[in-house]
């Protein structure tokens, strides 16, 4: 199984950006996905998460600018980010609790590779 994260980059203070992650390889269901980032210095910290039912939680710091979903048939995972601050820089991660076809009764957690969103003007 691998998680794939797409988007990130450089941007000004209140601008957006879209982050996408795809899982591929031996799934049998995806539990909830989420996103996490890390800046430097600091632990890494929930940004977003949805279940597979959709119901969606956030951090508080993120309320009312970033929008998680999710495209089940694509095993995928979005963060739409809005207004974006420079203590928003960090690198995010995909987050996908997976069940295998192997181990279908049991869910692992995987991990994007993670990638860079920098806010600066």
């Known amino acids: 199984v691998q998680l794939q994260a797409y988007g990130g980059g450089l941007v000004q203070p209140g601008g957006s950006l879209n982050l996408s992650c795809a899982a591929s390889g031996n799934i049998f269901k995806i539990n909830a996905m989420g996103w996490y980032r890390q800046a430097p210095g600091k632990q890494r910290e929930l940004v977003a998460a949805?279940?597979?039912?959709?119901?969606?939680n956030y951090a508080d710091s993120v309320k009312g600018r970033f929008t998680i979903s999710r495209d089940n048939a694509k095993n995928t995972v979005y963060l739409q980010m809005n207004s974006l601050k420079p203590d928003d820089t960090a690198v995010h991660y995909c987050n996908a609790e997976i069940r295998t076809k192997t181990t279908p009764w049991r869910g692992f957690d995987y991990w994007g590779q993670g990638t860079q969103v920098t806010v600066s003007s």
């Open positions: 949805i279940t597979s039912g959709g119901s969606t």
